[in-house]
């Protein structure tokens, strides 16, 4: 039992991603005083593992979704039984194509293709129109 009374967001997915950017931004400041480009791309390359790392880690269950979570979900060790689905208002789970924005894309793309086929058909007919007013006026 966790012995503060909230939710702290302490997940390992956030230490992980902690941990690595903390080293890559050591190796960037040693960078910018040694002046040394080697050091610098680095340390901004381990800064990007660090993003990626937690981002995998989160959608592998061992993040959080933005919000409280239920009591019994505050240790740290605890994986996260929702992460499969994707979190509803978490940006990591949409850019991996989880949760509820994928049926808004669904369901945009298929009112988008039906508007654009009506529109085809009205221009086709149009077309089919002008040629045949022009034909027998001719």
């Known amino acids: 039992m966790s012995a503060h009374q909230y ?3 302490h997940t390992v997915a956030g230490w992980a991603g902690f941990g690595i950017a903390t080293v890559g931004t050591a190796v960037l400041g040693l960078g910018v ?3 040394s480009a080697p050091l610098l791309v680095a340390g901004a390359a ?5 993003l990626l790392v937690a981002w995998a880690l989160h959608l592998a269950g061992w993040g ?3 919000g409280r979570r239920p009591r ?5 060790r605890v994986r996260d039984t929702g992460a499969r689905g ?4 978490c940006v990591g789970c ?9 049926a808004t894309v669904t369901a945009t793309a298929t009112a988008t293709a039906t508007a654009t086929a009506t ?4 221009a086709a007919a149009t077309a089919t129109a002008t040629t045949d007013a022009a034909t027998s006026g001719g």
């Open 64 to 66: 959080k979704a933005p």
């Open 119 to 122: 529109a085809a058909a009205a």
């Open 33 to 35: 005083c040694a002046v």
């Open 7 to 9: 939710d702290e967001g």
């Open 72 to 76: 019994e979900q505050w240790g740290m």
């Open 86 to 89: 994707g979190h509803p208002g």
């Open 46 to 50: 381990i800064d990007v593992v660090s």
């Open 94 to 102: 949409r850019m991996a194509g989880r949760g509820v924005r994928r």
